[in-house]
């Protein structure tokens, strides 16, 4: 089990801890005021931020260990995250403005008599938490299952994947559609009886995304060093080769396009009730390109950098919407040129292939390995 | 009368008594026509009472007084043009001029010089009022010498009937030689006599004018006619079965009306995506800037405009002419440049290439944001371009789609002509079918993609310019287009004109078919889906161009 | 093995740090009292909001020109939520909690206010919304300063059913799909129900955010508009998806006088992108035009031109909202002796400022204000003129009594009542 977890993925695993941890200890035992003390809204920022990198590992296991890009992955994060919005929705119960123990608001002034049967299940909060892996995961199921069938692949699968997405925003949008239309899903008052705006609850979730974060990247480790990892990995370094010599490849790719879009759906059903609102925004295609900029600037292929990149862009946009409010765009944007054209292979990427310069000086020369070069 | 004895002076009598009857009559007539001026100013400071009920009554007034005045009064009032003098209240028109208001007395036909907009006041118009004046207008302007004013007053009274008008507008409908006039004053009359209060016969007669006829007021009258508020029962069966003769034509013709509709949303669709299908299909380049280069052309149209407007305002109808070419140049060039600094480092990398361009494409959009500020900017359309062209059926063919629906083939034939018959259009074939073979027969590949993308952009940009007319220009127009274009060029075959246009062509009747059916939001969720299940049948879209191109 | 992973570690442990400490480093005291503007400066809704933004930061420098609020200097904190909402949560958050506002004037969609409502109602915040919107809600933490539906969509709709509006029988509703032209379409349709029009002479239709091709929903407009009755049609369409409407309408020769078209959220802001000469006829309803002569209208657009040096930019009702409320602020906390939230919104209740239209708007015990009701036409400078106007302020409904689970609900924040939305006082 331990060589699962290499060097990075220790300081990677180490780092999660630290910071969950320490904030929640900070927040909690330091002083008010004092140099410290870690403010609470800055607890549901690191938790959004874990949801985020749980996120952009799902991104990474696909586009760098299958070699799939998608440009929908935000499809997968929004449905969890209203898997999870339905029964936070039902929690409210009757402390909603129209008061209606059964029907959430937006029901009520629709008119509606009864809860449509897709909202069946939905006071249930295993039962939500079930959905947010059951609904994506059957979404990606039948998508890959078509397009890989098809050999679907490459930008074509890239620009397909994001008319799904934009079908899916514009279905979410429509307030017939019985999830709040454009004013999403908002409004929740408690998460299995407890106060959502509780301090400890609040910390509660936060923790829960980060044991969540690291829960992905063992899963992602164990699928990506074992056999079936090598079988993606030559999938995706050459599909036709490796469906010559006997393996399926779509199977595989299949199953990774499944797993990566339960672990989205996993990060969007902890992303909700931290941030209070699931909306249909949350599938514009503009997102899932967001989410493959993070899985870059931190390095695709490597699953540590994906989460990296994802804190690191979204701290900066925090940061930037603050400092530079008519500017900021001009920053991530020339941040995103940058890194595709200096940082290829991202932060940790680049960090890897530096060390390794550095350790080619140290060593003797020795004899060239034949090395597939990679394009 | 006379006796014969005192012929001559019996005669002399009765002349004379003639005449003096006839001087009584006429003067009586004349006494009748310099009376009306004391009616006219009446209705004219009624005109300019602030309540909207005495204006309506001034309009009235004006149109029963009979002043030969009147009509040009009551014209320049519903035009906006109509105020009064804030010194001695006197009416008049006055035109905004560069250095305040040209005005005349309308009564006098004199110009009075040119005013400061403080000293004169707008005799204020709203909706009811302006159809009331075109309905006075309609029965003062029956015999007016100019054809498009008869005819502009008969449209009057075909909206406004006034039944008390029926004996002026049958007259002028028998005198009428204009055939268009007299179709109108026709269905005018028709109009009239289709009321309740008319006879049986004359309401049948009019029913069956009115059968022919393919205005919407026509069709008002008919169901109005054939419902149950009508007490003759003849009349309504008459009116009912003209009723469906009308739908059944007008069935037809809005068939007509949803293929134009959905052929103007392909042209729109198509010019979007004819620039990314030539970078697509020639370097494999997912383009996320695209949709800025497009809102590039349109901020270029809006920059030629402004020029316009300011130094030469006559010729404004010239601006998109200059704009078509400066749209390509602009978007063009900003193409090239952004090939030479990023996008040919990203050879064959076509997934970093998107990053990148997602990275420019907001650096763009903040740019022409704190450049021309977040809000729209008004880009008008020229004469030319405005109105339509109405088919039978009351089926409208707009303008400004006519011509984008020209300019959209127009460009794709200039395109495919330079693809076909120019040496850099071998060129770039070549590139496309073989890359590696193009450059050992000695073509410089760099160059040919610096060049294809420039074109790519170019389009974009004068798609830009022809989506300006119909559309929004600002900082979020790019936006609003990206997602379609990709799916007209992945859906059409990548690298194959032919498959653009198919596919935009077929993709705007769809949706325009789908519309009325399923609303706008679902019609356009129908047609993705089908789209990501079609890809799933044929993933190189409907034109598939053969060969190992793109993979590589 | 372990040299550069240990750099890489420390690294992150000490920026972790520096990010704790500069948050808490940022909530130190300071000689000014912080207003937050949270309005969006990119994405969709920068169209709009960028105008209310620097609104506010021509009333704030005034104010400082005033000498400042309570001695002190005002200190605006700009942030950009840029059309994000969980982002406007996110700043709302911030501005509160790190930046310590004591005051925050902004969001423009529903969308918006309610990601941020959360967040104010828990950290007992004061938000001044300042845009026109569909009622149903008065929070504790808010004071709506835009008109609610019974001060713009119900005194549209008498006036188009009014001789002088045309008599109007039949009526299309037309919306973008949200909230806002929902809930005001469900208002208005129980409003005519109530006023003898029946079902059948009410078409109703919905389209998607930035909905460019009108042409089919146009051709439908007629077709319904051409069964004998005169019709009107009542437009809750968003923003700048007008613009393509419009100029659709124009195209298909659709007359004002014929079929008038009343818009909601059409302001001068949005007609500033158009050439409104084909438009003329059609109406608005706001509760401010920038073409109302009064002295303080005049003297407003005078210093807004000085303001942004910009001979061309155009005044609208959001702004006067900001203007209204930003005003009220000023003197409750300058009743209150303090910026408190509780001591400000005690002093707020009953607050009256002169408004742009020379009317005295009040703040009422249910957070909405009393405003006049201003009916008027486009003309062909993109101004409009009044055509009717309300006889005085009407006051806010926020729980429209149209809407049978609302018109049982009460707000009122004041002692016995204490709430936003009950049927019978708390205490």
Not at chain 2, 202 to 229: M, N, P, Q, W, Y
Not at chain 2, 418 to 441: D, K, P
Request: proline share 4%.
């Amino acid at each position: 089990m331990l060589s699962l977890i290499d060097g990075k993925g220790r300081i990677f695993l180490a780092i999660v801890a630290i910071v969950a941890i320490g904030a929640v200890a900070l927040n909690v035992w330091a002083p008010v005021g004092s140099t410290f003390h870690v403010p609470n809204y800055m607890v549901s920022l690191i938790g959004k931020y874990l949801c985020y990198a749980l996120l952009a590992l799902s991104v990474d296991l696909i586009w760098g260990f299958a070699g799939i890009l998608s440009l929908g992955h935000g499809a997968f994060f929004a449905l969890g995250g209203y898997a999870m919005g339905m029964h936070l929705m039902r929690e409210i119960g009757d402390r909603g403005v129209y008061g209606n123990p059964d029907l959430p608001d937006f029901m009520v002034f629709l008119d509606w008599k009864e809860l449509p049967w897709y909202w069946a299940g939905s006071d249930s909060p295993l039962f939500a938490i079930i959905l947010s892996m059951a609904a994506p995961g059957a979404l990606a199921f039948l998508f890959g299952w078509l397009a890989f069938r098809s050999r679907v692949t490459g930008v074509y699968f890239s620009i397909i994947s994001q008319a799904m997405t934009f079908a899916l925003m514009l279905a979410f949008f429509r307030n017939d559609m019985g999830f709040g239309g454009n004013n999403g899903l908002t409004d929740f008052k408690e998460f299995m009886g407890l106060d959502l705006q509780a301090d400890a609850t609040r910390a509660g979730l936060m923790l829960a995304s980060a044991i969540a974060l690291a829960g992905g990247y063992l899963l992602c480790r164990g699928m990506t060093t074992s056999k079936y990892g090598r079988v993606l990995t030559a999938v995706r370094d050459a599909e036709s080769r490796a469906r010559f010599i006997g393996f399926r490849a779509e199977q595989y790719k299949l199953f990774a396009f499944v797993v990566s879009a339960m672990m989205a759906g996993v990060a969007g059903a902890l992303y909700t009730p931290q941030v209070g609102i699931i909306n249909p925004s949350e599938f514009q295609p503009a997102n899932s390109i967001e989410i493959i900029v993070w899985v870059a600037v931190g390095g695709r292929g490597t699953l540590v950098g994906a989460a990296l990149g994802a804190v690191l862009v979204n701290y900066a946009k925090t940061y930037l919407t603050g400092a530079l409010p008519e500017f900021w765009l001009f920053a991530l944007g020339s941040l995103f040129v940058t890194v595709t054209l200096f940082f290829p292979k991202g932060i940790v990427g680049e960090m890897a292939r530096l060390r390794e310069l550095v350790m080619r000086k140290r060593m003797p020369p020795r004899t060239p390995a034949t090395e597939v070069g990679d394009d | 009368m006379c006796q014969h004895h005192n012929l001559k002076l019996c005669r002399l009598f009765t002349t004379i008594s003639l005449i003096i009857l006839l001087a009584m009559l006429s003067g009586f007539i004349s006494f009748t026509a310099i009376a009306s001026p004391a009616e006219r100013d009446v209705a004219l400071a009624l005109l300019i009472e602030k309540s909207s009920k005495k204006r309506a009554a001034g309009v009235d007034a004006l149109a029963a007084s009979g002043d030969p005045a009147a009509a040009s009064i009551l014209a320049a009032m519903v035009d906006g043009d109509l105020f009064f003098q804030k010194s001695d209240n006197r009416v008049v028109i006055a035109k905004k001029q560069a250095d305040g208001y040209a005005v005349i007395d309308p009564i006098l036909n004199e110009a009075l010089g040119v005013l400061p907009s403080g000293d004169i006041k707008k005799i204020r118009v709203n909706n009811r009022l302006r159809r009331q004046i075109r309905g006075a207008l309609g029965g003062l302007n029956l015999s007016h010498s100019n054809a498009e004013t008869r005819l502009a007053a008969a449209y009057g009274l075909q909206k406004s009937p006034d039944p008390a008008l029926r004996p002026a507008l049958k007259s002028a409908f028998a005198k009428e030689a204009d055939t268009d006039v007299r179709t109108a004053m026709g269905m005018a009359l028709a109009v009239i006599d289709s009321r309740p209060e008319a006879a049986p016969k004359d309401r049948l007669v009019a029913i069956e004018l009115l059968t022919d006829s393919d205005s919407t007021e026509a069709r008002v009258i008919l169901t109005l006619l054939a419902g149950d508020t009508e007490k003759d029962a003849s009349v309504r069966a008459a009116a009912t079965i003209a009723l469906d003769t009308v739908e059944d034509r007008l069935f037809y013709f809005q068939t007509l009306g949803s293929i134009f509709q959905g052929l103007s949303l392909g042209s729109v669709l198509l010019l979007a995506a004819i620039g990314l299908a030539i970078t697509f299909g020639v370097m494999g380049v997912i383009n996320m800037a695209h949709g800025e280069m497009i809102m590039i052309g349109a901020y270029v149209t809006f920059m030629i405009q402004e020029v316009f407007r300011s130094f030469a305002p006559e010729y404004f109808g010239l601006s998109l002419a200059l704009a078509v070419p400066a749209g390509f140049v602009a978007s063009g060039a900003l193409g090239v440049v952004m090939e030479r600094s990023v996008i040919r480092w990203l050879y064959g990398r076509p997934l970093e290439t998107l990053l990148a361009t997602w990275g420019i494409s907001l650096i763009l959009q903040q740019a022409v944001r704190t450049v021309f500020g977040p809000t729209n900017q008004e880009v008008g359309n020229p004469e030319w371009m405005s109105g339509a062209v109405e088919l039978a059926g009351g089926v409208l063919l707009t303008y400004n789609r006519i011509w984008i629906i020209v300019f959209a083939l127009a460009v794709l034939a200039a395109v495919w002509a330079l693809i076909r018959f120019t040496s850099m259009g071998l060129e770039m074939r070549a590139v496309t079918q073989n890359r590696r073979m193009a450059n050992s027969m000695g073509i410089h590949s760099g160059r040919v993609d610096a060049l294809t993308f420039g074109l790519g952009s170019g389009v974009a940009g004068m798609a830009g310019v022809a989506l300006s007319q119909v559309d929004n220009v600002s900082p979020n127009l790019g936006q609003a287009y990206i997602i379609d274009s990709f799916m007209v060029v992945v859906f059409g075959g990548v690298g194959n004109l032919w498959g653009t246009l198919m596919g935009a062509f077929s993709l705007g009747i769809v949706n325009k078919f789908l519309e009325p059916v399923s609303g706008a939001v679902l019609g356009k969720i129908i047609v993705l889906v089908a789209i990501i299940l079609f890809i799933q049948k044929r993933p190189r879209g409907l034109f598939a161009l053969k060969g190992r191109a793109v993979e590589n | 093995m372990n040299k550069p992973s240990i750099g890489l570690r420390r690294l992150i442990q000490t920026g972790v740090f520096i990010g704790a400490l500069t948050a808490s480093v940022a909530g130190a005291a300071a000689d000014t009292i912080k207003v937050g503007i949270l309005h969006s400066l990119s994405g969709t809704m920068a169209i709009s909001e960028t105008t209310l933004k620097d609104a506010m930061l021509m009333l704030i420098d005034e104010q400082n020109k005033k000498g400042g609020l309570l001695g002190k200097r005002l200190e605006p904190v700009i942030v950009d939520p840029a059309s994000n909402w969980p982002l406007f949560a996110e700043k709302a958050r911030e501005l509160i909690s790190k930046d310590k506002v004591s005051a925050v004037f902004g969001c423009w969609t529903s969308v918006s206010r309610k990601s941020v409502l959360p967040v104010f109602e828990e950290l007992n915040g004061m938000l001044f919304y300042p845009v026109q919107y569909e009622g149903e809600e008065s929070s504790r933490n808010v004071f709506y300063t835009g008109a609610a539906p019974n001060q713009q969509a119900i005194p549209a709709v008498e006036y188009l059913m009014s001789e002088d509006g045309g008599g109007a029988t039949r009526f299309a509703l037309l919306g973008t799909d949200y909230v806002y032209p929902r809930t005001t379409n469900k208002i208005l349709r129980a409003f005519l129900n109530a006023k003898g029009v029946a079902d059948g002479d009410i078409m109703e239709e919905y389209t998607p955010f930035g909905h460019s091709d009108w042409q089919t929903i146009v051709s439908s407009v007629k077709a319904f508009a051409s069964e004998g009755k005169k019709t009107a049609v009542v437009s809750t369409i968003n923003g700048d998806a007008n613009v393509p409407f419009y100029k659709e309408l124009a195209n298909q020769g659709v007359k004002a006088e014929d079929l008038p078209v009343v818009a909601f959220s059409v302001g001068e802001e949005e007609l500033a992108g158009i050439d409104t000469a084909p438009l003329v006829g059609h109406l608005a309803a706001w509760n401010y035009f920038m073409s109302v002569e009064t002295p303080e209208n005049a003297e407003f657009i005078k210093k807004w031109h000085a303001f942004t040096k910009d001979e061309n930019r155009v005044t609208n009702d959001p702004m006067e909202a900001h203007y209204i409320g930003f005003k009220m602020w000023v003197q409750a906390v300058e009743q209150a002796g303090t910026t408190d939230v509780d001591a400000v919104r005690q002093a707020m209740y009953g607050q009256t400022v002169t408004s742009l239209t020379g009317t005295k708007a009040v703040m009422n015990v249910n957070h909405h204000l009393s405003k006049p009701v201003f009916i008027g036409e486009v003309q062909d400078d993109g101004q409009f003129e009044t055509v009717w106007q309300t006889e005085g302020p009407v006051i806010g409904d926020a729980w429209s009594d149209f809407i049978p689970e609302s018109k049982k609900l009460t707000a009122n924040w004041t002692y016995p009542w204490v709430c936003g939305n009950c049927e019978k006082p708390k205490f």
